[in-house]
């Protein structure tokens, strides 16, 4: 009457098929003949206890709040956010996090101005809900109204602020996550281009030690210079900065500070820096780097460096230069590498001795270049590389 063999806990949870063939697939997924007893006949005789072992409540995580039925989940945890418990508090700000991924329940809690209530959880002392509070507010902030709920209010800013120096890395983490998401949407950047956030981030990561932290916040700077923030980055060394860490070990960082030396050298006093402090050798360095992201990011700063007539002699007594240009340009899978490279080629080329250079060892290898939408930039290099100076006669 009461087998070892069968599977109450199955059986419950899959009334709709029969008990047989669940006993039937277990028994093949483990391998184990199957048993014939009492239970396979109809009517079988019912075991009085389940000899499964019970589960003695629904929630048992000790690290969050138990949350109510629909509606009423949020209302309930944001009530729990000034609670007397500290760790009642911490409990609320971690179910809050786990709710608000859904993009339902997020927009519902920025109808219920709980990004509001955070304000002063960033300043708590206790390293927890601070972090906490900045994980949500970065959660919203992937949400355009989150961003506007954010900017809204002048002291959550303020105070986002403020623990950007936070002496816990683990809320620098996440407060400059929250940044780099706000600065996402061109609108919200401009807020925080005129707040004064890159000179605060400039400063930052000349100093910041954690490598996550500086990658967050180089990305978060490539979204905030793209109009007035260029000048205001070259304002304050972010050109210096930014060549200090073409240096660094790790490819990502690399690649970032890339990034950023592409927009700064896309302006007239930028691509004077770049000559003053020969940048291109330094280029020319990454671009013989194996990691790809790294060449496609320095192929774009040579191809913004190369546009003045100074940096064209410059760039022609770099004599491996032009090669790797070449070699780089015959990857036809990255079409973006090979478009800047291209087009990098072709501000080099108007220099008579590399056109001179390109003409004669490498015209057949451009003119077979596998380029699909990047035709148009392969026919001017060509052009260019094809010109002949006309000779007068007398």
């Not at 007397?84 to 859904?102: G, K, Y």
Request: proline share 5%.
């Amino acid at each position: 009457m009461f087998s070892i063999n069968r599977n109450s806990y199955l059986h419950t949870r899959s009334s709709s098929v029969n008990p047989r063939i669940i006993n039937r697939c277990v028994d093949l997924a483990r391998s184990q003949p199957t048993l014939h007893d009492s239970s396979y006949f109809e009517p079988p005789f019912y075991r009085l206890t389940s000899e499964q072992p019970d589960i003695p409540c629904e929630f048992v995580d000790p690290t969050r709040r138990q949350v109510a039925f629909g509606k009423w989940a949020l209302p309930k945890l944001r009530r729990e956010l000034h609670d007397e418990d500290e760790l009642v508090v911490i409990q609320a700000l971690r179910s809050i996090s786990d709710l608000v991924h859904d993009p339902e329940k997020a927009f519902e809690a920025i109808r219920l101005r709980i990004p509001d209530r955070l304000c002063d959880k960033l300043l708590d002392p206790l390293p927890p809900v601070r972090e906490n509070a900045a994980l949500i507010l970065a959660i919203l902030a992937e949400l355009a109204d989150g961003k506007d709920a954010i900017l809204r209010n002048d002291s959550i800013l303020e105070n986002l602020y403020l623990c950007l120096g936070d002496g816990q890395m683990s809320v620098r983490l996440k407060i400059a996550s929250c940044f780099k998401n706000i600065a996402t949407l061109w609108t919200t950047a401009d807020v925080l281009v005129d707040y004064g956030l890159i000179q605060t981030l400039l400063e930052i990561i000349d100093k910041e030690e954690d490598l996550d932290i500086v990658l967050i916040h180089l990305e978060t700077l490539q979204y905030l210079m793209y109009e007035c923030g260029k000048c205001v980055a070259l304002k304050n060394q972010g050109f210096r900065i930014f060549s200090k860490y073409l240096d660094h070990e790790s490819p990502a960082i690399v690649c970032k500070a890339l990034d950023c030396l592409s927009i700064l050298t896309s302006t007239k006093k930028g691509k004077k820096l770049a000559l003053e402090k020969k940048l291109l050798k330094t280029l020319n360095r990454l671009l013989h780097y194996g990691d790809v992201d790294i060449c496609t990011s320095a192929a774009s700063v040579v191809m913004f460096c190369t546009v003045k007539t100074r940096a064209k002699h410059a760039a022609a007594e770099i004599k491996p230069l032009p090669k790797r240009l070449v070699k780089l340009a015959t990857n036809p899978l990255n079409s973006t590498l090979q478009m800047f490279c291209l087009k990098a080629l072709t501000n080099m080329c108007e220099h008579p001795d590399v056109r001179k250079e390109v003409r004669e060892k490498y015209y057949d290898d451009l003119a077979n270049l596998q380029v699909g939408s990047n035709e148009v930039y392969r026919k001017i290099l060509l052009q260019i590389v094809g010109w002949v100076p006309h000779k007068w006669t007398m």
